[in-house]
């Protein structure tokens, strides 16, 4: 059986992402969310990034920050990729959510 570690929701907010480039260059861009669960989600963005690299997401609503890693990344054939992170440690309150899913509050409750 495939379970998951927490249920997915479909949401689709602005973040801003900050990674470093191959040559050691900072960069800032935004991106939107299109899947988020409390240990990740999966982002659409114009830059490519690669598997393992390490990104700051940040929400510019809320002001939370959180460390996070790159998991996969696939071309969406319009010019952008999808990428598929997961934060550092499971973050289930960085997203604007009234009701999350039940198993989130299980995952916040082990923090």
């Not at 990740?40 to 890693?69: F, H, R």
Request: charge should be positive.
């Amino acid at each position: 059986m495939n379970r998951r570690r927490s249920e997915r929701v479909l949401l689709q907010v602005r973040v801003i992402v900050v990674t470093q480039l191959e040559h050691g260059k900072s960069v800032r861009f935004d991106a939107f969310t299109l899947v988020v669960n409390a240990h990740g989600g999966l982002l659409e963005m114009s830059l490519k990034l690669s598997g393992g690299q390490k990104i700051l997401l940040a929400n510019p609503v809320t002001g939370a920050e959180e460390s996070c890693k790159v998991v996969g990344v696939k071309g969406t054939g319009n010019g952008t990729f999808a990428v598929a992170f997961e934060f550092d440690r499971p973050c289930p309150r960085f997203w604007p959510i009234s009701f999350p899913p039940k198993d989130w509050d299980l995952v916040a409750a082990q923090r």
